[in-house]
């Protein structure tokens, strides 16, 4: 079982317009989650780090949360931009592993 | 600036051939990661290193091996070419254990027919 779950798999939203992105997890104990985001043809690229003490953590139009009690974290993306189109992957690490546990991806399409 | 890179970008074998992709980096990073990303799967784990002279298997290994000389490169190679290994492959490098960021290459598209 994947030790990462996320959704929604995919979305479409309209340019301009909010969404939020969730990501439960099972990796104990845990150290950090970091979201990145995926462009097309691209490598991922960290957006935002979330410790075991941090509820919330913005990156301009990003804004990450997490609920270490409930393994629970989300991405919220503010007014949303044709830039945004691309996959948004959760990556949770645990202590003292240097092995990192990925979520599948939300795939964001944001359209005019 | 510091990076990471993968090469070639596109591969196109035929089954059976061994293959080699490269990825170098110069952050002077310990670790040094190789990924697979397909569809429906995400981002699975094939081998990686904590420095010169190591190598360890990841969650989907078979197929494939790695080789550490240094500290800059981790070249990946399957050994005879399957069509199941038909993939986009990501290497990935980070300072230390823990929170460190990530840092991956621009990735390596790879089919085999």
């Known amino acids: 079982k994947n030790q990462v779950e996320q959704s929604p798999q995919s979305l479409i939203i309209l340019e301009g317009k909010n969404c939020t992105l969730q990501?439960?997890?099972?990796?104990?104990?845990?150290?950090?989650l970091r979201w990145y985001k995926q462009d097309t043809g691209r490598g991922p690229v960290s957006l935002t780090i979330?410790?075991?003490?941090?509820n919330t953590k913005s990156n301009g139009r990003y804004t990450a949360t997490l609920d270490a009690d409930t393994k629970q974290s989300s991405l919220h993306i503010t007014a949303s931009q044709l830039s945004d189109s691309a996959s948004y992957i959760c990556v949770v690490s645990a202590e003292g592993n240097n092995r990192l546990a990925f979520g599948k991806g939300n795939q964001v399409v944001v359209i005019p | 600036d510091a990076e990471i890179t993968q090469s070639p970008r596109h591969k196109i074998t035929e089954t059976g051939r061994q293959v080699t992709l490269a990825c170098h980096q110069t952050?002077?990073?310990?670790?040094m990661f190789w990924y697979r990303q397909d569809l429906g799967h995400g981002l699975r784990l094939i081998h990686y290193?904590?420095?010169?002279?190591?190598?360890n298997k990841g969650e989907v290994s078979d197929g494939y091996s790695v080789s550490r000389s240094n500290t800059e490169d981790l070249p990946l190679t399957l050994e005879s070419a399957a069509s199941s290994q038909t993939s986009v492959y990501f290497c990935?490098?980070?300072?230390?254990?823990?929170?460190?960021?990530?840092?991956f290459g621009q990735g390596t598209r790879l089919t085999v027919v």
């Open positions: 979330m410790t075991f003490s941090e």
């Open positions: 990935a490098s980070r300072k230390d254990r823990g929170g460190t960021e990530a840092f």
């Open positions: 990501c439960n997890y099972t990796v104990s104990p845990f150290s950090n």
């Open positions: 290193s904590y420095g010169v002279q190591d190598t």
């Open positions: 952050w002077n990073h310990n670790n």
